[in-house]
């Protein structure tokens, strides 16, 4: 896979053979940054790779003495000052690849959706996943494709939405416990509680952290209504980028507050609508009529946010990016908090009855589990993940 080496400052750059999938190109290596990746058991516990030593133990003057491309096409660099000795495979230097390029293949895909995906929605079959490694992968890689996944065939007994939020990651305990049932009660704590229509919405933007991803698990829905909608909030903020650069902007950098008190609990956290990463990407969307509190910004501000709110609002609620559908018992709809915005329509309690359970778990749970599940996979099928 390697062709060459080339060692020109404090960098070493790599000349990728013809081949896929480096296309004969090249990638650079600085120096720290591979002496920091060595994995030799001086430097990583052998048992559990995690680093022995503190970056202020590496010399600061630190320089690549020699490098050579072993008999099997490894490189070998030998440190100086030190004569520290590293090895890197081919195959390692490749997935770490730092070009744009590379970089940009290692991003998994975000699949961005509306209304019609109707046809084709991520769904996933519980009794299939329990017992099919590769049918629970599947379902998790389009979960994180598309921001939400329906889960069908659960069982309908009470409490299964802690044995899916169990299986799928760690159910996090709040102060509604660690399920809450969805239901139209008397004096209700939440709007979520009452037969109205609910517009979409994240839940609990008031938490730090909020929670990352949300299930909803079905156990009766004879009553009229109460369908539940999806829109796409990633879609939604790209729409607004497109069609209001200077409000996407503007919800990308101005903080509002979201808050929540009952009885027993005042929560507040202070978050913009849209969070975008260094790369300007999208990556969460928080958006809730009922918990948005008061902005605390500059009074300059104050008029631009409201029309760039109204504007998101409006994108939000477009019928063409709204998903409508019908949860039957057994259903379980998982929501990646910060994404997929959900809502219900009305329903009439008085003609039927309509019972959910939902639990909070977090975003880094399910993605464990899918690497887990997909090294587990290679692993019966003999291959290194
Ligand atoms: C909720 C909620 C939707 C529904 O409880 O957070 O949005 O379908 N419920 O009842
Ligand atoms: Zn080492
Ligand atoms: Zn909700």
């Known amino acids: 896979m390697i062709r060459s080496i080339d060692v020109a400052g404090s960098n070493l750059t790599i000349a990728w053979e013809k081949s896929a999938p480096e296309n004969g190109g090249s990638a650079v290596f600085p120096a720290i940054w591979l002496r920091d990746n060595c994995r030799c ?22 320089a690549i003495g020699a490098a050579v491309l072993s008999d099997d096409k490894a490189v070998r660099i030998t ?40 046809t084709e929605m991520p769904i996933g079959d519980w009794r299939q996943m329990v017992s099919d490694p ?25 409490g299964t939405v802690l044995q899916i939020g169990n299986h799928l990651g760690f159910v996090r305990v709040t102060n509604y416990g660690a399920l809450f049932d969805v239901k139209s009660v008397a004096n209700p704590t939440n709007l979520a509680y009452t037969p109205v229509g609910l517009g979409v919405h994240s839940d609990n933007p008031y938490r730090d952290p909020t929670p990352g991803v949300q299930l909803l698990h079905c156990l009766e829905s004879t009553a009229p209504g109460g369908d539940t909608l999806l829109v796409d909030g990633f879609n939604a903020a ?9 409000a996407f902007d503007l919800l990308t950098r101005v903080p509002v507050n979201f808050r929540f008190r009952s009885n027993d609990a005042d929560l507040m956290a202070r978050q913009t609508l849209i969070s975008v990463d260094e790369g300007g990407n999208v990556v969460g969307v928080h958006f809730n009529n009922r918990s948005l509190d008061w902005l605390d910004a ?15 609002a409006e994108v939000l609620h477009r019928p063409e990016g709204e998903l409508i559908f019908r949860l039957e018992p057994g259903d379980c709809v998982v929501m990646q908090n910060d994404r997929a915005l959900h809502g219900r329509t009305a329903f009439d309690p008085s003609k039927g009855s309509r019972h959910l359970q939902g ?11 899918a690497r887990v599940l997909r090294r587990q996979i290679a692993e019966d099928k003999g291959v290194a993940a």
């Open 41 to 62: 058991p001086e430097c990583r516990h052998a048992g559990n790779g995690q680093r022995l030593y503190e970056i202020t133990d590496l010399p600061e003057d630190l």
């Open 79 to 118: 440190w100086q000052p030190g004569g520290h000795v590293s090895t890197f495979t081919p195959a390692w230097l490749a997935d770490h690849d730092l070009s744009a390029e590379a970089r940009r293949g290692r991003k998994r895909p975000v699949k961005l959706w509306s209304k019609a995906i109707g």
């Open 134 to 158: 590769a049918a629970e992968l599947a379902f998790l890689d389009t979960f994180h494709a598309h921001g939400f996944g329906l889960i069908r065939n659960s069982p309908t007994v009470p």
């Open 238 to 246: 790209e729409i607004l980028r497109r069609e209001a650069p200077d």
């Open 298 to 312: 500059p009074a300059a501000m104050v008029v631009p946010w409201f029309a760039a709110y109204r504007k998101f």
């Open 359 to 369: 639990a909070y778990v977090d975003k880094d749970g399910l993605e464990s589990r």
